[in-house]
């Protein structure tokens, strides 16, 4: 991260105390630290809270992969990250429910869905 990303990323934390969850509901840990996401990709734009979201290094990897691999789904995380950022608060009841069910989404595409145990 760069000056300006790692600058935008404090004042972030201030307004939305992320309380050790990132915006896509993955735990910060030592080796597993927030990072900034540009929403519109950093050559087109300014590095703002405005342009932000909180992702850790994970989730940050993972969005990219989705970017590469699934675009509706990763457009749907960005409108999200949009929503926050609007909202100017912490993330709602109804943002974090829109985290735990693309969450999901995203497991399920990356990983596939959860088989059940035949008994």
Known sequence: MNKDEQIMLSRMIEIYKPDGYDWM???EKKNNPFTYHHI?????????????AILTKKSHQLLNKL???NEELFDSWQW???EINHSN??????????????????????????RQLKL
């Not at 519109?40 to 932000?52: L, Q, Y």
């Not at 009841?93 to 735990?100: D, G, P």
């Open 25 to 27: 509901g993955t735990k």
């Open 67 to 69: 970017q590469a691999r």
């Open 89 to 114: 608060n912490p993330p709602s009841t109804a943002h974090l429910e829109e985290i735990r069910d693309l969450r999901k989404q995203t497991k399920e595409f990356i990983y596939g869905k959860p």
């Open 80 to 82: 999200l990250f949009m």
């Open 40 to 52: 519109v990709k950093r050559k087109n734009s300014e590095t703002t809270v405005e342009n932000g």
